[in-house]
């Protein structure tokens, strides 16, 4: 079911409440009553309880059917939440940041506007950001605690529940693209490691010698992680998630999410985030919302963010913004956690909700004028 | 918020209706009414509208507060759900079974009873179907299509949300023992392969080399599978998703779940399934369910079936059973998948779902008489 048809009911039936609200206004205020208005009064009183009980039935949120038609296209990107400070960023540093969103943005609507399905717009923008040394994904991996750069991405269509996912891979130059081989190539939501590298080249995907992955300045920032006392004026840049993600919803109404990300700088031990983890990373689902999220993996997991923002609107009631603040503004936050998401539903209402002090963003739709921001105000 | 305090709440605003209904009832029948009774019927329409608006607020379930005292000291597990059919099991090999799980019921209870946590219980009663080579987990595990065992295993406390888990271990003797590793020693939910396995080791936990879980019967079973047209006459018994896993509740109101698989047989590529993921195979919340999931993990990812259940319960106000028969019964066979659950409210209340000929399972509360189950009927 979509939140706009519940609305719609909600709204329906909050009419039919008023109305009956003015007759009683009427009856109770008037001290003498004739026949005729003690029936009506019966007769309300009957219909209220009548629609008392109705309203009291657990299963009432879980059959709202699905009527309203889909909203305009519209594709929803972020580069990553965390300490993103004005007073840390240069003018340039800033530009070069706002036009690969923007080519991000461009790339993933490109394919909305020609027809295209939600699921291919996502992985053009992922593939964008994943291809700018400027993000923690794909080329601009950060380093592992034995200098490697671990890739994990995901990536999910909200029509079928049909859901792809690589974790740990070293070699596969767009991580995204290898999501979407797994779940459109396999049986299976999750290969790991070597076993998903070997796929992914079977399935003729593009592979690089890990020395692609290799940036400078990301080095710098593992060896800064490593020796944390040496270099502090830098440690606030190093608490960035710099995972990437988009949702998006095509002229179908089919909603899309996707996540890619190098992890953790310093990582150990083949340490997992969320952002393969269907349910915590990404989740989509017509009937309720796209979702990517960027932060401190291990809580989006413990809290299944991405499916928990769907599921208080589908089980909750909440509209996208009020689910998306729940969660981020509330629990994370609460529990300690760190991080930000993106959020579409299906009528394009966008949701770009963080407890950081920014999270790179933008959003397209219909005009096909890119908006991008960085930080909080 | 905890279930029962929901249906507390429900079972007296019921209550409440019953009383305006017996009023109302009286009211109507009657043709003459007093003023007194004119009087009666208004102060009823005043209420029931207010009842009526304060029912329809969208975060209604949200707020209900845990007011009820935990229920009895409680174990759950199960040993994997698929094709187990009575025609095709010998007495001795029902014996073998049934020995085994009342053997971990026992093992997981007498943590309970002496006090324990349910967290330790739910370690106690998997290692001892780990260690057993009826269940396709730790020594009984089935072979990848390259002839190794990879092992996958979490753990989660409901109290904190806390959690752990390792996908695709080979050298790790217990791996449920290494997920509860995961998440007391280090600060991550989720490793996978040598980096868990060097983590473990690091962690003094128990190595033993790949021969350990060599299994015939499992070699032939590989073998079956690579080789499908050949022995159809067991392909019967093949189809059985042998994960084990356990949900307890202890003295303290705690709830825990834990789940441990060898995954599927001949699997490729680096597969992971739900069972390391939290969230999908395993979830526990203090405030509404711990549950353990066995089957078609790609349909149980796809569905976060296990936090879909707390979910259900949390925001949709369904009780446990409902739940549990909503996402096993509804969408997870709707959707093609197959599988079970086991879950555990707070109150002691049990639910052994699943929508395959058998699972097996079992159950032992405060008399401490453990009862298991294979078939359907």
Redesign the interface.
């Known amino acids: 079911m979509v939140k706009d048809a519940q609305n719609y009911a909600?709204a329906h039936?909050?009419k039919k409440?008023c109305s009956?609200?003015s007759i009683?206004l009427v009856?109770?205020s008037n001290p003498y009553?004739s026949n005729c208005q003690?029936d009506i009064?019966?007769c309300?009183?009957?219909l209220?309880?009548a629609?008392?009980?109705a309203?009291?039935s657990?299963?009432r949120?879980?059959n709202v059917r699905q009527i309203s038609p889909p909203g305009p296209i519209t594709l929803v990107i972020h580069g990553g939440a965390g300490t993103i400070l004005r007073s840390e960023m240069s003018p340039e540093r800033e530009k070069e940041y706002t036009d690969k969103l923007l080519a991000a943005l461009d790339s993933g609507f490109a394919i909305l506007h020609g027809g295209g399905k939600s699921l291919d717009a996502v992985i053009a923008a992922i593939k964008v950001m994943e291809d700018s040394p400027l993000f923690n994904a794909g080329k601009g991996a950060v380093f592992t605690h034995d200098g490697r750069n671990e890739m994990d991405a995901s990536i999910?269509d909200g029509s079928d529940?049909?859901?792809g996912a690589v974790?740990?891979v070293t070699t596969i130059k767009n991580p995204i693209v290898a999501a979407h081989a797994v779940m459109m190539k396999?049986?299976?939501?999750?290969?790991?490691?070597?076993?998903?590298e070997?796929?992914a080249e079977e399935e003729g995907l593009e592979i690089v010698p890990p020395s692609y992955f290799f940036d400078s300045a990301r080095y710098r920032q593992l060896q800064r992680a490593k020796n944390p006392g040496k270099e502090t004026s830098s440690i606030g840049q190093d608490r960035k998630f710099g995972t990437v993600g988009c949702v998006a919803l095509d002229r179908y109404g089919n909603l899309a999410a996707g996540t890619s990300t190098g992890g953790m700088t310093n990582?150990?031990?083949?340490?997992?985030?969320d952002s393969p983890?269907?349910?915590?990373g990404t989740?989509a689902k017509n009937g309720t919302c796209a979702v990517s999220g960027t932060g401190w993996?291990?809580y989006f997991?413990?809290?299944?963010v991405a499916?928990?923002v769907s599921?208080?609107m589908?089980?909750?009631?909440?509209s996208l913004d009020k689910a998306a603040d729940s969660v981020i503004m509330k629990k994370l936050k609460g529990?300690g956690g760190e991080g930000g998401l993106i959020g579409l539903d299906r009528q394009g209402r966008v949701a770009m909700t963080f407890c950081t002090e920014g999270m790179y963003r933008g959003y397209i739709t219909k005009k096909g004028q890119g908006k991008t921001f960085i930080y909080r105000d």
């Open positions: 909600l039936e909050n409440y009956i609200n009683i009856l109770i009553l003690i009064m019966r309300l009183l009957i209220q309880l629609v008392l009980l309203s009291c657990d299963d949120r879980l999910m529940l049909m859901a974790a740990g396999s049986k299976h939501v999750l290969m790991a490691g070597k076993g998903a070997q796929f990582k150990k031990y083949g340490r997992v985030g983890i269907i349910g915590a989740y993996g291990e997991i413990r809290l299944n499916y928990d599921a208080l589908e089980y909750g009631g909440l529990m």
